[in-house]
């Protein structure tokens, strides 16, 4: 019997439909049908609340990416309003994929959570901020899925804590990431999974693998490791201007992705005896019978 969670994957769409709703459709169809996977994520901001009035009218840092003037305009052509979302989920619903989002502050996770997808992420920028945490444990049911990029382990240690004070630590699931877009190889740091399920493993729902790197050996090694929650982010065209793109899986290679962590999944296990039914076969053609 295979003792391994069953992989769920996750194609984090992100800001990648470029603010435009039948791109965001389209890599909703692609992801159920062509790539297989489990649920697709977006993600929600008030911009007017993350940034500071400077930060929203200061150019873009690399304009070659920008969709606006400034990068608060940039950050607003990108965000779909909470009707938008509302459509998103109905197609997902439609068409047998799980919706979900990733929240930035606390006038998202008030929209979304109205929604009441599955489950909703708190991105490792947010996974300090206490209220909106609080906020969540207290007024949304489904799982809270966080990554814990540029985290501490003491801050790690004080989230989860959190999740114990408010009864909520059985529906969190914690992600290794590194943040950075791409990540190199080296700087991926596989075996912090390790560490994640001898510390809390007990104590959450899943530990999970929010990968930024190149290819998916990385993925299927995470999945092997004990992380059975994989998001990777996911794009029609590497090519497309923004940073999230060129750190994101083209469709071969998510379905790719999928396919290869359930072939491990079904070959995670032991002999269910010493010569299985497939072996006996060629037992009895070709074994040395002269002993």
Request: proline content about 3%; aromatic content about 8%; hydrophobic content about 35%.
């Amino acid at each position: 019997m295979n003792t391994y969670k069953k992989p769920y994957v996750i194609a984090e769409i992100g800001c990648n439909h470029k603010g435009d709703m039948e791109i965001a459709k389209e890599l909703i169809k692609v992801a159920k049908i062509f790539c297989n996977v489990d649920a697709v994520k977006f993600q929600k901001r008030n911009n007017r609340e993350l940034l500071t009035e400077d930060q929203y009218n200061q150019p873009h840092p690399n304009p070659i990416n920008s969709y606006g003037d400034t990068y608060g305009a940039h950050r607003e052509y990108l965000e779909f309003d909470v009707n938008q979302h509302a459509d998103l989920k109905s197609y997902c619903e439609e068409i047998g994929i799980t919706y979900s989002t990733s929240v930035w502050d606390l006038t998202s996770a008030k929209e979304i959570s109205s929604l009441n997808p599955e489950f909703i992420k708190i991105p490792s920028a947010c996974n300090n901020n206490v209220e909106m945490l609080e906020w969540l444990c207290d007024n949304y049911q489904g799982e809270l899925h966080i990554s814990t990029g540029m985290t501490t382990k003491s801050e790690i240690e004080d989230l989860v804590n959190l999740f114990k004070r408010k009864n909520r630590n059985k529906d969190l699931v914690l992600y290794n990431c590194t943040s950075g877009y791409p990540v190199p190889f080296e700087d991926v740091c596989l075996l912090d999974i390790n560490i994640l399920i001898d510390e809390y493993g007990d104590s959450v729902k899943h530990i999970g693998f929010s990968g930024h790197h190149l290819g998916i050996a990385v993925d299927v090694a995470a999945f092997t490791l004990g992380a059975n929650i994989i998001e990777r982010h996911y794009t029609i065209d590497r090519t497309w201007k923004g940073t999230d793109h060129a750190a994101s899986l083209e469709p071969m290679g998510l379905r790719k992705l999928t396919r290869d962590v359930n072939a491990v999944y079904k070959a995670l296990q032991f002999k269910s005896q010493d010569i299985l039914p497939i072996e006996q076969v060629q037992r009895d053609k070709l074994k040395n019978k002269k002993v």
